[in-house]
């Protein structure tokens, strides 16, 4: 039998702060105008050259995704040598060393009613997640569907090694691979059909939640130094011009 637990009150320590954790039950909820009043990003980011940045001329809000997309340099992807998963380490890694792999984690995070194993508080096994892709509730039970709920990259692995992670050190994209900002229960059958799509291959299916998802990627991008495509900007500003205050997200990394 397991038992029922909040995320925030189990007795190891929880990797993900309070403040991240109210970022996540808005994205949660979906929709652009929550996440607008309820996070503030931080757009800090060293201007790209006037040659490699995203056009400029959109209504872009000072501070906002739509301002920090701009600063993005524009390049060509890079996949040599080829993308692998191992680049980025194990997968699920006890990265902050809080006793409890990313995927648990998250999975405390952002299912609501979780029950955990009786002798291991950390491994969930049952839970209710509010789908941000969806915006299905969608029922998890580990062992007999646990596809159901997948732990997405938002800012998928794939897409940032094609774009400047291959250069970094393994350490790094371990690091990145367990972030927390970049890292949501969704959907297992969405997840799939997304894969590693950049924003100008697939967005969302919940409308509602396109502003606060590209504001995600733009402001993971920035912190990691990442760059875009051309047809990935192209898709970004489009979304973004529909909420142009939208502020970034995932700008600062999570408290360990």
């Not at 580990?142 to 094609?162: E, F, T, Y």
């Not at 050190?169 to 691979?177: M, N, P, S, V, Y």
């Not at 697939?202 to 590209?214: Q, S, T």
Request: overall charge negative; proline content about 7%; some cysteine.
């Amino acid at each position: 039998m397991g038992k029922s637990t909040a995320g925030a009150a189990r007795g190891r320590p929880v990797r993900v702060a309070g403040a991240l954790c109210a970022v996540a039950i808005v994205l949660l909820a979906g929709g652009c105008d929550e996440v607008l009043d309820a996070t503030a990003g931080d757009p800090t980011a060293a201007p790209a050259p006037d040659s490699g940045g995203v056009g400029a001329g959109a209504p872009a809000g000072a501070g906002s995704a739509l301002e920090m997309l701009g600063t993005l340099q524009i390049r060509a992807e890079d996949n040599n040598p080829p993308y692998r998963r191992d680049e980025f380490g194990t997968a699920w890694s006890d990265v902050d060393h809080n006793g409890c792999d990313t995927r648990n984690d998250i999975l405390h995070r952002d299912l609501r009613s979780i029950t955990t194993r009786s002798n291991d508080d950390c491994i969930v096994l049952t839970g209710e997640l509010r789908d941000p892709y969806t915006n299905r509730i969608i029922r998890f039970d580990r062992g007999r569907n646990s596809s159901a709920v997948q732990i997405d990259h938002v800012l998928p692995l794939a897409d940032a090694w094609r774009t400047g992670a291959l250069e970094w050190t393994d350490q790094e994209r371990l690091g990145f691979a367990n972030d927390p900002e970049n890292l949501f229960a969704v959907d297992g059958p969405t997840n799939q059909q997304k894969s590693d799509k950049d924003a100008s291959e697939w967005l969302p299916p919940n409308p509602g939640i396109r502003c606060a998802y590209i504001a995600r990627q733009v402001g993971l991008k920035s912190r990691y130094g990442l760059w875009v495509e051309q047809a990935e900007a192209d898709a970004m500003r489009q979304v973004l011009q529909s909420c142009p205050q939208q502020p970034p997200l995932g700008t600062t990394a999570a408290a360990g």
